[in-house]
Each structure stands twice: as C-alpha cells, then as structure tokens.
C-alpha cells in the first residue's frame, strides 16, 4: 500500500499560497543603488578653481547620499563642489543609500598651486622704463598671464625701474628672483607666488645668479664674485676666496659646484669646503645638467662634458662660434633634456635663428634642430626644457628695433622630434630672460 503524505487537492492550496508568499516578498525587496555607465574617478584643478562632483545612478528614488574628502564627511546632496584651500592630491567618496544598501565611489583628485600647473617667464623689463616681471604659461589654458608676482603681492614690487630681473629658478619649493642694477633678491613661494624674503634693493647690488648647496645655504654670484648666502635670513656672509670680476650661471652636481667666470671661464668648487677645485679656461657658455651627471658648457667652437664625479672634461666639436653674454648678462642659452644637450647659435650681440641638439654623435649637430623663421629671434636665454611636458621651449622677439621688441613669441615643441607642438603671441616690452619649471 503507498503512503502519500499529501493529497492532490491539498498540495494545489500549498503551491499556491507559496506563490503568494513569493509575490509578496518580490513586492517588498528593495535593490540597492547602481551605478550607471563609466564614471571619471581622476581629475585635477587649481586652487581657485572648483570642481563639481556627481554620480550617475540607474534610479535615484529613496536614495541619499553622503560625501566625504578624506573620511571627513562633507555633504549629503546628490552633488558636491569641491573647492580645495591647500594644494595637493584628495580622496573624495560618494556613498549612496536606500533601504536595499549602499554602493560607493571613490574620486582622486589633485589640486594644483595656483601657480604650479605650468611654468614661470622670468622678463627682464624693459630698461629705465619700468622694473622686470613674472609671467606664467599655464598647460590647461594654454595662454600666457603677465605680472603675476605683482597680482600676488600687490604691495610689493621689483624696482628700481633701472634694474634687470634676469634669472629665476626653484630652491627648496621655493622661487628665486635675482636682479641686476641695483635691484632685489626675492624669495616666494613655488607655488602660491607669494613673497616670503628678499634682499632689498640698494646702489652696489649687482646680482647674477643663485644656487643651493643644502637647505639652509646658497651661493650668490655677481658682477664682483660669488657670495655666500643664508637661505634662512637671506642675509650675504662673505664671499668665495679666489674669485673677483663677473661671475654668471652657476649649477650644482654631486658634490660640485659649477660656475661660469668672464674671466676664467669654468670655476669647479667643492661644495663641503668651498675650495676651487679646478678650472677651465676660455668657456663663455653654460650650464646644462644631464641626467648621468654631467655638466656642459661651450666655449670657441667646442662644447665640453665635465663629469662631475670625476670631473674629468670631453670635448665635442661644436662646428659653429658659441658666443656668452657678458657684455650684458643673461642665462646661457644650452639646456639638457634627459641625456640631450640643447644649445642655440647665438650671434655676438643679438639672439639667433637655430637650435641644435647634440645626441652624443658628431652627426647630431651637423643639421640644427629647430630653425627659426619669419622675423623671430631668440632673446635672452632663449630657450629651456619643460621635463614634465618633454618640451623645448623658445622665447623670441622680432629682430629689428622699436616696436619689433614689444612682438613675442613663445614656441613650445616636442624634444624629441622637433615638432612645434604650441605657439603664443603676445605683446609688451617684456625682453624675456629665462624660463623657471617645476621639477
């Protein structure tokens, strides 16, 4: 006999009121949000600047949201603005809330100095009309903002009308001014451009050039030697034993420093002691630092390595003139790129039309990289290497006189290929010096 434990009707009323139990529950359960489509999870912007945030949900309904930066909760509307007050790199999580669940997304985003996202334009001035200036090539914008140091620190200013502001580069984050005639030493902040120190302006002055040696000091070159700076109280301590006269760029590498003499050409000083440690006579053209550690200059028709760990010379056959600047100074126009040297062929008094590059084979510099045309000529130092674009940039005036000098130039092209990759006109009585890059 065969036991069945349901009866046919029986097993119907189950089935179905199992199916309405089903229904039911089907009717009460709340997915948890999703996120629809690809999100953009990096981004950057400037200080100043902000950045509005949101994400893209299937449905939106019942749902809340909460925004942190950094784990500190921020908002709770389904968009958040972001307006970041220090510079540097932000986690900012969106989490989005319904009776089902929650789903999250995290943004990274790096917030730029306000004047980080690109590179200074160190401009001379135009002599005994007014004092030199900053301008700033900014990557997003592509356009060329003129007087910013000023802008910064409206109550403060570069003069006397009659100095030269002719050099600029970046110590310890922070960004050096250096002018000629009289004028100051100006220390700002990298990236806010904001004015920290300085040594004031005064008659005698005759500044040239800086370098750090660590990060408490620095050595000062001038019109009459190289003096010793303290970088804490931006006060001058004496000056280098052994060298007298106009004394021009100056670089450090490894344990030396690297100046460059109008009249001894190469000084090499130890940087512990500060002791001369070599000489190299007849160069009037530097500096340019490779990334195996050597230093270049020119001088003649030769350009010379000098590895600075044994600080052993090569020279190269240049096959042109390389001419300095001492009769009125400015930054030697050669810069490296990786182990690449840059150099211009400049004319004796005025800037030329062509760049060349030497790759470490005489063949590299039978043909110039980059030949100028039209009317432009490099003025100044004329050209500078942007490691973080991998970009030559030139900065030019129209030859001639007058109005030919308030016509600039900036080029930017790729350092690899020599392809023009940017160009900006813009006008004013600049006389571009040099230009400063973030590294």
């Known amino acids: 006999m065969k036991n069945q434990f349901f ?34 999870l990096k981004d950057t912007l400037t200080i100043g600047k902000t950045l509005q945030l949101s994400s893209k949900l299937a449905d939106r309904k019942n749902v809340s949201f909460e925004w942190a930066v950094d784990g500190k909760v921020v908002g709770s509307d389904s968009t958040y603005i972001f307006k970041p007050e220090a510079r540097g790199d932000f986690k900012i999580t969106m989490t989005a809330k319904n009776d089902g669940g929650n789903v999250s997304l995290t943004y990274n985003i790096h917030a730029w100095g306000a004047y980080e996202n690109g590179f200074f334009m160190i401009n001379e001035g135009w002599f005994g009309h007014g004092t030199g200036t900053v301008g700033f090539y900014r990557y997003d914008t592509k356009a060329v903002e003129d007087s910013v140091f000023v802008k ?13 502001l002719e050099f600029g580069t970046i110590i310890n984050k922070k960004l050096f001014l250096v002018s000629k005639v009289g004028g100051p030493v100006v220390v700002a902040d990298a990236y806010s451009l904001k004015e920290e120190k300085r040594i ?16 408490n000091q620095a050595l000062l070159t001038s019109s009459k030697g190289i003096f010793k700076l303290n970088l804490n109280t931006m006060e001058v301590n004496g000056q280098i034993d052994g060298i007298t006269g106009q004394v021009g760029d100056i670089v450090k590498s490894n344990g030396y420093i690297f100046a460059l003499s109008a009249s001894k050409g190469v000084i090499v000083i130890n940087a512990s002691t500060l002791a001369i440690e070599k000489t190299i006579p007849g160069m009037v053209l530097g500096f340019a630092v490779t990334d ?25 056959a240049l096959g042109f003139q390389a001419y300095g600047s001492w009769g009125a100074w400015h930054p030697g126009s050669i810069t490296a790129a990786k182990n690449d040297i840059f150099i211009a062929k400049n004319g004796s008094f005025s800037g030329g039309k062509e760049v060349y590059k030497y790759t470490g084979t005489p ?10 045309t039209n009317s432009n000529i490099l003025y100044g130092a004329g050209i500078g290497y942007d490691r973080k674009k991998n970009t030559l940039v030139l900065n030019t005036l129209n030859e001639g006189f007058g109005v030919n000098f308030s016509i600039n130039n900036l080029y930017l092209f790729n350092a690899d290929s020599g392809v023009k990759i940017a160009s900006v006109n813009y006008s004013g009585y600049y006389f571009p010096a040099v230009s400063v890059f973030h590294q």
């Open 292 to 316: 195996d550690k050597k230093v270049w200059a020119a001088g003649g028709k030769k350009l010379i390595s000098i590895d600075s760990n044994t600080l052993e010379v090569k020279e190269i």
């Open 7 to 40: 009866s046919k009707p029986l097993i119907a009323i189950v089935s179905l009121m199992l199916l309405t139990i089903s229904c039911n529950n089907d009717d009460d359960f709340t997915a948890p949000p999703v996120i629809k489509g690809e999100q953009q």
């Open 152 to 164: 910064v620190n409206p109550d403060k200013d570069l003069k006397p009308a009659t100095s030269t």
């Open 363 to 372: 063949e590299s510099l039978a043909e110039p990289f980059i030949s100028l």
């Open 200 to 215: 004031v302006a005064k008659g005698g002055n005759d500044w040239r050039a800086v370098v750090g040696i660590d990060e």
